[in-house]
C-alpha cells in the first residue's frame, strides 16, 4: 500500500518535475525581462510543489533516500510523467500551448486532490492550487493574446495547438497505481473530469480564434516510463550535477 | 503611422506603484514593459511582488506622468532654501505630546 501510494505520488510530482526543468531552460532567454521573470517564477512554484511530494515520498521510503534522491537519480524509464510536459521549448506559441494544456489540468487535478483522504496529499494540494490558478490564468491570458494576436502569432500557436494536441488524452488514462490509489480514496480519478477539461480547453481557443483539433490519434507512455527521444537530453541535463558531484551541496 | 510602427516592435513603459501594507500609500517601485494595461498589472506582480512585497499595485503609462523640468531646479526648489521659518522647528513641545 505504501510502495502504491509513493509510486502515485510521482504519477504527479514528476510532471511538475519535468514541466518545471523544461520552463528552467528559458531562464535568461524569456521574451521580454517580464515574461522571462513570470515563466521562472512559475518553475520555481512547480519545483517547489515538487519538494514537497519528493520529501512525503522519501518519508514513506523503506530505502534510506532523500528528496534529490528521487529527483536527480532515477533512470530515465523510473520517470512516469506525462509525454506533453517534456516536449522542447520550440517556440514561445510552443511554451505557451504546453503550459495551458497542462495548468488547465492541473489545476482540475489539485481541486479534486484537496479532498484526499491522505493529510499530507490534501495539504499539499491546498497549499499549490493558488499557485496553479495564476499560471493557469497566466497561460490563458497569453493563449488569447498570441491567438487573437498578430496573423504569424495566431499561425505559430495554432500550429502548437495542433502537434501538442496528441498529448492531451495521456493526462487522462489511469496507471494500476492511480487505480489502486483511487479505490484506497487517496487519489483523484482524473477520467470524472475529462470532460470538463477538454470544453474549458475548448473555450479559452476559441475565444482566442484558433481552431480545436478534431484528430483522433494519441501519443501515451510517459506514464508507463516511456518516453519521446527528448527526455534523455533533459534528464541529462538535469542530472549532470548530482551525477558528476554525489550528494553535492551548496 | 510610425508611431504605431514602434509600438509593434516596442511594449511601451509603464510605471507601477505598490501599496506594501494596508493603512500604508501606493509607492513608486520602479517600471516595466507591457503591451497593454492588464499585461502590465501581470507583469508588476511577477517583477515585483515575487518576494511578498505587496497587497496592492497600480500601473500607470509612463506617458502620462508629466515630470518637472530638471533645468527648472533653481527657480522652482532653491527659493525654499533659505526658509527655514517653513519648518516647525520653533516650538517647545511639551513631553506629553506625542508622534510630532
Known sequence: MKDNLIQYILGIADNSLILGQRLGELTGHGPAPEIDIAITNISLDLFGQVRSYFQYAAQLSDKDITEDDIAFLRTEREYVNVLLVEQPNTDFGYVITRQFLFDQFHYLLLSALQQSTDATMAAIAKKSIKEVSYHKRFSADWMKRLGDGTKESNQRVQQAVNDLWGYTNELFMLTDADKQAIAEGIGVDVTLFKKEYYENVAAILEEATLEVPTQAFFQKGGKEGVHTEHMGYLLADMQYMQRTYPGMKW | ?100
Not at chain 2, 57 to 70: D, G, L
Open chain 2, 1 to 100: 503611422m510610425s508611431d504605431k510602427k514602434e509600438q509593434k516592435k516596442n511594449w511601451p513603459l509603464w510605471e507601477v506603484f505598490v501599496r506594501s501594507k494596508n493603512g500604508l500609500e501606493h509607492r513608486h517601485f520602479g517600471s516595466l514593459h507591457a503591451a497593454d494595461a492588464a499585461m502590465a498589472l501581470e507583469n508588476a506582480r511577477d517583477v515585483y511582488t515575487r518576494r511578498n512585497e505587496g497587497v496592492s499595485i497600480w500601473v500607470v503609462e509612463s506617458k502620462h506622468i508629466t515630470a518637472s523640468n530638471p533645468e527648472h531646479n533653481g527657480e522652482l526648489f532653491e527659493p525654499a532654501n533659505d526658509k527655514v521659518y517653513r519648518h516647525p522647528t520653533f516650538y517647545d513641545l511639551p513631553d506629553e505630546v506625542k508622534h510630532m
